[in-house]
């Protein structure tokens, strides 16, 4: 499981909708101002608070989304970052004293 490429996706995705989000509420005050329901500056401070309130959210749903997916990694047994480096040092480390043994013996 490509991990990196699955969550490129998913912020991809939040991205789009976020953009979507953006493009429906502008339209939408848009409507509104030329049926005269809300003058322009109302629309416009309409259109900012939401968009600052949606940003806030949407911060608050990468993080749960981050964490969900960490979870799901760990249930699935995948290693952290941190548990690989650690491994890797470990092999190292054996793969050096191998050798040295290896040269000790035909010396």
Not at 77 to 96: C, N, S, T
Request: charged residues 35%; without cysteine.
């Amino acid at each position: 499981m490509d991990t990196s490429n699955l969550l490129r996706q998913l912020l991809m995705l939040g991205i789009g909708t976020t953009s979507l989000v953006a493009e429906r509420v502008k339209q939408m005050s848009e409507d509104l101002v030329r049926e005269g329901k809300l003058d322009p500056e109302q629309a416009k401070g309409f259109v900012d608070d939401f968009m600052a309130q949606f940003n806030i959210d949407q911060s608050t749903l990468e993080q749960q989304m981050r964490r969900q997916v960490r979870n799901i990694m760990q249930d699935l047994g995948v290693p952290r970052q941190a548990e690989m480096d650690e491994l890797r040092g470990r092999l190292d480390r054996l793969e050096r004293q191998l050798r040295d043994m290896e040269n000790k013996q035909w010396r």
